[in-house]
């Protein structure tokens, strides 16, 4: 063999070797798009058909309800979040200071504990309707008007209090990146403060906003406890209803279908916007726009209009929770909560730690193939977040039980030990669903943080003889231990507070916080649900402590 072939033969075998860090990359790409298509499958081959029922019973009304809440949430949290973004990017305040970070706070609340709370507060039983009654000498609720709690329109607050804090990030983030200059040559114009607004700030700024409706409305797709506790049939309470209830998973799955393709069309239209619509700094040097110190009196309306937000997302919801969390302060000790806690920390760790590590070793695997096909595969991971639980609860569970019994049959035929349900019967498929909603989190953290990283580094190391798995411990670790710590807490945190895919794939006698404070809840037990809804706003705050330290 002459020495151009040898060449070539070893050039050709080099080329089609199988990296095992480009492998294993794959491999996680593909479990995490696993339920999504199993979701797909399904739906298109149901064991028993009831499209044609659904869609002339229930469906239009779940799509209905669905639309309606949708887009009442990305105008009223669109709202919110623009108004006070603008305020506190522009002008100067009594609170300001403390308000810019204080907005931030209802994320660290789920809607679903915001739900239970206002019920509790505004109630023919709370205090509000008691209090009305006490001084306007009403004697029953036919003597006066109230608004009806548990409603669409109700819902539509709860969700946008909790989720407003979406949309004023990333607003008040590109309202600072504004140059000066442009809000200079408005006002030489005779552009006003209105003006000023929606002719210069709101363009400009229209796609951070757009993307913080859009994660808002997507989120509200997603949301089990708060319509359910309002009585809103949507169509992720209609997964629960046509699969717990009915008993037919390909029911389920067609009606998680329905929320895919809506989740689908909702991020497809946010990055239409953004890409229809760029903006270019013409210059280096860019000018940070000085804010405003408002008059008396604007600066106070401008307080109180800051305050709305805050007292309905944080302020009252935490207050109603810990007024009964000290009023019971001997539920504390209540074994059944120790043991919730325990389950959500043993649980939400373990994700957590797998979602991290799984995003770090696909990202560099990635980077490691530089070829097509897995680059392409990296975007497509984030549709976990956006897909809802329940759809997440319908993709894993039906295939993992079909694997669990034949596993489970397969043993025993060969045994004659039955191991029973070992997937399906114990967290596993918990933790796997946790894993692939949240798995956007720890792969965005880590190709942020890696592409900060000079590639000079990891080349003079591999060129001093170090292997490809020594790079990432010895190099990409230590720089990159940061991002991935904050990555970790933000997956705990929302694992914390996940509850359509919890309910739905949590074994028998198996409660985690979030399904303690739902089920105490429903139940008409707020008492009893304090002291876990505490906890969970507890570690809510942590996340959001973190979250405000990293955007000053």
């Not at 903006?279 to 008396?296: G, K």
């Not at 096909?373 to 991971?381: A, E, N, S």
């Not at 942020?448 to 190391?461: C, E, H, N, Q, Y």
């Not at 985690?512 to 404070?517: E, Q, Y």
Request: proline share 5%; hydrophobic share 55%.
């Amino acid at each position: 063999m002459s020495a151009a072939t040898k060449s070539n033969f070893f050039r050709n075998r080099s080329r089609f070797r199988v990296n095992p860090w480009s492998a294993g990359a794959a491999v996680i790409a593909a479990l995490v798009l696993l339920p999504i298509a199993a979701v797909i499958w399904i739906a298109f081959n149901p064991s028993d058909n009831i499209w044609p029922h659904l869609l002339s019973t229930t469906l239009p009304r779940y799509m209905r309800d669905t639309v309606v809440l949708m887009l009442s949430v990305g105008v009223l949290a669109g709202g919110a979040g623009t108004g006070a973004a603008w305020l506190i990017a522009r002008y100067r305040f009594p609170l300001s200071r403390w308000l810019e970070w204080l907005l931030l706070l209802p994320l660290a609340i789920p809607a679903y504990v915001g739900a239970y709370a206002l019920v509790d507060l505004l109630e023919y039983a709370g205090p509000v309707q008691t209090g009305l009654r006490t001084v306007m000498g009403w004697q029953s609720a036919r003597d006066y008007w109230f608004p009806e709690i548990r409603s669409l329109g109700a819902a539509a607050v709860v969700l946008s209090a909790a989720l407003y804090p979406y949309v004023y990030l990333l607003a008040r983030t590109a309202f600072r990146e504004q140059s000066g200059a442009t809000e200079e040559v408005a006002m030489s114009l005779g552009a006003g403060a209105f003006g000023r607004f929606f002719r210069v700030g709101l363009p400009l700024a229209r796609p951070a906003i757009a993307a913080g409706m859009a994660i808002a409305m997507m989120e509200t797709v997603n949301d089990f406890g708060t319509v359910d506790y309002f009585a809103v049939q949507t169509l992720t309470t209609g997964i629960f209803t046509v699969w717990l209830e009915s008993n037919n998973a390909g029911g389920a799955a067609q009606l998680a279908s329905v929320v895919l393709m809506l989740v689908i069309v909702l991020v497809s239209l946010e990055k239409v916007s953004r890409r229809k619509t760029r903006f270019f700094a013409m210059s280096n040097r860019h000018r940070v726009i000085e804010r405003t110190q408002l008059a008396p009196g604007a600066g106070l309306i401008a307080t109180l209009l800051c305050l709305i937000p805050f007292v309905m997302g944080f302020l009252l919801p935490a207050g109603v929770i810990l007024r009964h969390a000290l009023a019971n302060a001997e539920l504390w000790a209540d074994p059944d909560l120790i043991s919730a806690l325990w389950n959500t920390v043993v649980v939400g760790g373990i994700a957590a730690v797998m979602t991290v590590l799984a995003g770090v070793f696909m990202v560099y695997g990635v980077r490691l193939s530089g070829r097509a096909l897995p680059r392409l595969l990296l975007p497509l991971t984030t549709i976990g977040y956006a897909a809802p639980g329940a759809v997440l609860g319908v993709g894993i569970l039906i295939p993992l039980a079909t694997l669990d019994n034949a596993l489970a049959d397969g043993i025993e035929a060969l045994t004659g030990y039955d191991i029973g349900l070992v997937l399906t019967g114990s967290a596993v498929a918990l933790v796997l669903a946790y894993s692939v909603r949240f798995f956007a989190i720890a792969q965005g953290a880590a190709d942020a943080a890696m592409g900060r990283i000079s590639p000079s580094l990891p080349m003079a190391a591999r060129s001093l003889g170090r292997s490809q798995g020594q790079v990432l411990g010895q190099i990409y670790a230590p720089l990159i231990r940061g991002s991935v710590g904050s990555a970790l807490l933000l997956v705990f945190v929302d694992c914390v507070k996940e509850l359509p895919a919890t309910l739905l794939l949590r074994p028998f006698n198996f409660d985690t916080l979030a399904t303690r404070v739902h089920e105490q809840a429903s139940l008409e037990n707020l008492g009893d649900a304090s002291p876990a809804a505490v906890l969970v706003i507890a570690v809510g705050l942590a996340a959001v402590a973190m979250l405000a330290r990293a955007n000053r």
